[in-house]
């Protein structure tokens, strides 16, 4: 009944609201959904598709929890002093730039991309787009407020992936929180994007999408993966996740290795 209930849940929410959650993995959505019916209170997951369908604040509210909005700023050091090292010089020698932070839940991200960028004299020639399917995550990204508290795990990170400033010159104490500099905060194009059901909307050269991946089947990290890889012009970038990997995907041969440890791909030249 459970596994029915799911489906159910989750066909409602696509043809009422149009997110797609119908290829995710099934284990890790059961898993959020089971959180979600209880912390709403509802009895059972049908229970849940009625509050949904006919209320859409609650829909919202079930969206934090199958969005999983939690991240942290240069998250993984080795994966942006991975990019300064093999990514930035390349980068450098195109007098423009389009950068794709998919899936930026809450911002730390792609505030993180926007300052690396910055470091390495790139930022002022970038159009940087950072995307989700959470428009309350979004609208927090576009605030660029975050705890204070966080502000020393977030220093101990960007120090470990090559910081050359003190990350306190980035933020100010504003509003009970840290708010990102407002040049950082201009420089990020937030937007509203779906791997699952929407198209590529420009040509980039650098595509960062972390710890999104691992939530969808293997279909549907197969399209994110055509996505990204219609998007990046020739020779583009792609960076994943830790735990993510092109390895037995569709597009394995369409990508060599920048840095395998951190995850670091490189679009291959297409034959002629």
Not at 85 to 99: I, N
Not at 146 to 155: E, H, I, K, S
């Amino acid at each position: 009944m459970a596994d029915i209930e799911l489906r159910l849940l989750v066909e409602a929410v696509y043809l009422r609201y149009g997110h797609d959650f119908r290829d995710y993995a099934q284990a890790s959505l059961q898993r959020r959904v089971r959180q979600a019916q209880q912390r709403m209170g509802a009895p059972s997951i049908s229970a849940l598709q009625e509050r949904v369908l006919h209320d859409p604040g609650q829909f919202a509210e079930l969206l934090q929890y199958l969005t999983v909005p939690v991240s942290e700023m240069f998250r993984d050091p080795g994966y942006f002093l991975a990019i300064r090292r093999h990514v930035a010089p390349v980068l450098r020698t195109y007098p423009s730039l389009k950068v794709w932070v998919a899936g930026c839940s809450t911002g730390e991200e792609a505030y993180s991309m926007a300052i690396l960028l910055r470091e390495e004299g790139l930022l002022e020639r970038t159009i940087l787009y950072a995307t989700d399917i959470n428009h309350a995550s979004l609208g927090k990204a576009r605030q660029g407020i975050f705890a204070l508290d966080a502000m020393q795990g977030f220093t101990r990170n960007y120090q470990q992936a090559g910081g050359e400033r003190s990350f306190g010159d980035y933020y100010t104490a504003a509003y009970g929180g840290a708010l990102m500099d407002k040049s950082l905060r201009d420089a990020i194009t937030f937007a509203d994007h779906s791997l699952a059901t929407d198209a590529v909307f420009a040509e980039t050269q650098f595509v960062s999408c972390r710890n999104v991946l691992i939530y969808f089947n293997r279909g549907l990290q197969d399209r994110a993966l055509g996505l990204f890889h219609e998007s990046l012009a020739h020779r583009g970038f792609l960076g994943l996740g830790s735990r993510e990997t092109l390895d037995f995907s569709a597009f394995a041969g369409a990508f060599e290795p920048v840095s395998r440890s951190e995850r670091l791909y490189r679009r291959r030249a297409e034959l002629s």
